[in-house]
């Protein structure tokens, strides 16, 4: 139960809902710049192994990148889109997961909990990529 249920805030709303919006979000700024300023796992298709996914930097641009178990990449964008952490890899359950707010997406960018509400958007590895991949 919130310390503040039965309270109005100064705006006139339930305080109980801003404490829990306040609460929810204190850490954001910390996972925000953390997980912003973390290193790419690699610079290359190479570096995905079959069935996992890493953040990668490919031309300049980090991108995250999923190999399925026949050697398809999907690479969408590492930005949550609820308000733009940077996802993370979930080995256990195939998905990349945002530490800000726990949004989940599938491989290929689609929701799977919110808050945020749209998928990653799809950022094609470029022919340039692919082929270092193959060469390695
Ligand atoms: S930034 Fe909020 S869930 Fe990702």
Redo the contacts with the bound molecule.
């Keep these: 139960m919130c310390r503040f249920a039965g309270e109005k805030s100064f705006t006139g709303q339930p305080a109980c809902r801003h404490a829990a919006y306040l609460v929810e979000n204190t850490d954001f700024p910390k996972y925000f710049a953390k997980h912003r300023l973390r290193p790419a796992q690699g610079d290359s298709l190479a570096d995905v192994p079959a069935g996992g996914g890493r953040i990668l930097k490919l031309h300049g641009e980090k991108v995250a990148a999923y190999r399925d178990p026949h050697s398809e990449v999907t690479c969408v964008s590492p930005y949550?889109t609820?308000?733009?952490?940077l996802v993370h890899w979930n080995r256990a359950e195939r998905t990349w997961d945002?530490p800000?707010?726990?949004?989940r997406f599938g491989t290929d960018g689609h929701i799977i909990a919110g808050?945020?509400e749209t998928p990653l958007e799809d950022r094609k590895p470029s022919a340039a990529s692919n082929a270092k991949s193959q060469s390695k």
């Design positions: 949550c609820h308000m733009g952490c945002c800000c707010h726990g949004s808050p945020a």
